[in-house]
């Protein structure tokens, strides 16, 4: 079964709008970590914003933040006021706490358009 | 301070050969690892190393194997390449491995393996 779920292969988003990416994952640990990476053309992974699962609030970093649903599973990266530099695919990750090592898993990703 | 480098950047190889692609992590990072990203089956967990030692392992073949130096440099290898094995290579580098859930890892540029 898939641990990672990104339901969107792809997204066209006006600029300045806001638009979110949609996660949902599948763990039965306890503890774990999400991640949300941006993958430009250019193919190096950027890290954008970490949640953990004890976390009381939602993370948030700069125009992005995380909408953690912990009973539904559920992560969404919602990016405010799009830019057309945003254009990318963007990977919903996971780390569980069980594995005492750094294997992430990663979702198929979202290819997100920007458009002017 | 420096990224992860990733050397060659672009490689072409022919069905039966075998290559071996090479990873500097950022200094001080002592886990590296490796994960393959292709168009169908997305970013897979290759393996991780840390302090010399290959702490896991993704479902790959034995044709697929890797290394790590005392310095933290490391190094993969594929023999007998097919022409499945064509993605983009990509290692990724951390300060510790699994001893936090938000250890970030570091990407570097990638790989582009091509085999005909």
């Known amino acids: 079964a898939q641990k990672i779920t990104q339901t969107q292969p792809g997204m066209f988003v006006q600029e300045k709008e806001a638009v979110t990416l949609d996660c949902t994952y599948d763990t039965s640990d306890p503890s774990y970590g999400l991640f949300w990476y941006k993958q430009p053309s250019s193919g190096e992974m950027i890290f954008l914003i970490y949640q953990g699962s004890y976390d009381q609030q939602n993370a948030t970093e700069g125009r992005y933040s995380l909408n953690f649903q912990k009973a539904r599973k559920s992560a969404n990266l919602v990016i405010s006021a799009s830019q057309l530099g945003d254009s990318a695919m963007y990977f919903c990750?996971?780390?569980?706490?069980?594995?005492?090592?750094?294997?992430?898993?990663f979702g198929k990703g979202t290819r997100l358009h920007i458009l002017p | 301070k420096a990224g992860v480098t990733q050397t060659p950047r672009y490689l072409i190889k022919t069905r039966g050969q075998q290559v071996t692609l090479s990873c500097s992590p950022i200094s001080g990072h002592r886990s590296v690892s490796w994960y393959q990203q292709t168009p169908g089956q997305g970013l897979q967990f290759l393996f991780e190393?840390?302090?010399?030692?290959?702490?896991n392992k993704g479902n790959f073949p034995g044709r697929f194997s890797g290394r790590q130096f005392s310095n933290s440099r490391s190094e993969m290898n594929v023999s007998t390449l097919e022409l499945g094995d064509s993605a983009l290579y990509l290692c990724a580098s951390s300060l510790t491995s699994g001893r936090a859930l938000s250890s970030e890892q570091f990407f570097g540029p990638g790989t582009r393996l091509t085999v005909l």
């Open positions: 990750a996971m780390r569980e706490g069980i594995r005492r090592d750094d294997k992430i898993i």
């Open positions: 190393y840390f302090s010399e030692t290959q702490r």
